[in-house]
């Protein structure tokens, strides 16, 4: 079972004022639920983990679109840095893929890939899926099907943050930064609408901002 940072769901969070958040965002949001500087320390010995399982063959690090690319970042320049300063390094290539499941804070039954690359150059690979958020899996069980039919080497899965929610399908990722509670959650590249990526920290949306960039 893969080991991950809880949030519990009384976590109080930080005020706002104690760290810079875009004044635009001031009165969109409630707390700060991870600062970004533990995203990072997190997402370093989640890259540790990760060469020590998968290490010693070529791996395709895949980005889920859009929500991945931060934590994708991240994590490709914490695998890097484990590459320059050890006797064992292993080559890393990129592909991406953007999937499409959410209206407003609502996960919608239906899971669509919209673009990226093709799948089929999977085929034979070691894969590592980089995703920003589990929630109901049903998003990552829909990739992990269509992944399998490219008959990939192996696949493994990274998910940033996995929500504790009764909705969930029971899927759980092979590696996990952090368990958080059933709220809404914006910052560092994951969006409502599109809006709060460009917010470095994961914070707690509150229901005024949900009405304000409804679609
Ligand atoms: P799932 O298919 O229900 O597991 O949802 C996964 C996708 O929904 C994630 O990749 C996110 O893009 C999006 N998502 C789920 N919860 C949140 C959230 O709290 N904030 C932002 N996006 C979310
Ligand atoms: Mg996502």
Same mark, same amino acid.
């Given at each position: 079972?893969?080991?991950?940072?809880?949030?519990?769901?009384?976590?109080?969070?930080?005020?706002? @004022?104690?760290?810079?958040?875009?004044?635009?965002?001031?009165? @969109?949001?409630?707390?700060?639920?991870?600062?970004?500087?533990?995203?990072?320390?997190?997402?370093?010995?989640?890259?540790?983990?990760?060469?020590?399982?998968?290490?010693?063959?070529?791996?395709?690090?895949?980005?889920?679109?859009?929500?991945?690319?931060?934590?994708?970042? @991240?994590?490709?320049?914490?695998?890097?840095?484990?590459?320059?300063?050890?006797?064992?390094?292993?080559?890393?290539?990129?592909?991406?893929?953007?999937?499409?499941?959410?209206?407003?804070?609502?996960?919608?039954?239906?899971?669509?890939?919209?673009?990226?690359?093709?799948?089929?150059?999977?085929?034979?690979?070691?894969?590592?899926?980089?995703?920003?958020?589990?929630?109901?899996?049903?998003?990552?069980?829909?990739?992990?099907?269509?992944?399998?039919?490219?008959?990939?080497?192996?696949?493994?899965?990274?998910?940033?943050?996995?929500?504790?929610?009764?909705?969930?399908?029971?899927?759980?990722?092979?590696?996990?930064?952090?368990?958080?509670?059933?709220?809404?959650?914006?910052?560092?590249?994951?969006d409502y609408n599109e809006y709060f990526r460009d917010l470095s920290h994961i914070c707690i949306l509150?229901?005024?901002?949900?009405?304000?960039?409804?679609?």
């Amino acid at each position: 079972m893969a080991s991950y940072l809880q949030i519990a769901d009384d976590e109080k969070g930080h005020d706002l @004022d104690l760290f810079c958040v875009p004044r635009h965002y001031e009165s @969109d949001l409630d707390k700060v639920i991870i600062p970004h500087g533990l995203i990072m320390d997190r997402t370093e010995r989640l890259a540790r983990d990760i060469i020590q399982d998968m290490g010693g063959h070529h791996i395709v690090a895949l980005c889920v679109l859009k929500g991945g690319y931060k934590f994708f970042a @991240d994590l490709l320049d914490y695998i890097k840095v484990l590459n320059h300063n050890s006797d064992k390094s292993v080559p890393l290539t990129v592909d991406f893929i953007r999937v499409k499941s959410y209206c407003n804070d609502k996960s919608t039954n239906s899971v669509r890939v919209i673009g990226g690359d093709e799948l089929s150059n999977l085929s034979g690979k070691n894969v590592l899926i980089v995703e920003d958020i589990v929630e109901t899996g049903r998003t990552m069980q829909t990739l992990l099907s269509l992944l399998n039919e490219c008959n990939p080497k192996m696949v493994k899965v990274v998910s940033l943050l996995v929500k504790r929610t009764p909705r969930s399908s029971g899927y759980r990722p092979d590696y996990i930064g952090f368990e958080v509670p059933d709220a809404f959650l914006v910052g560092y590249a994951l969006d409502y609408n599109e809006y709060f990526r460009d917010l470095s920290h994961i914070c707690i949306l509150n229901d005024q901002a949900k009405e304000k960039y409804k679609v």
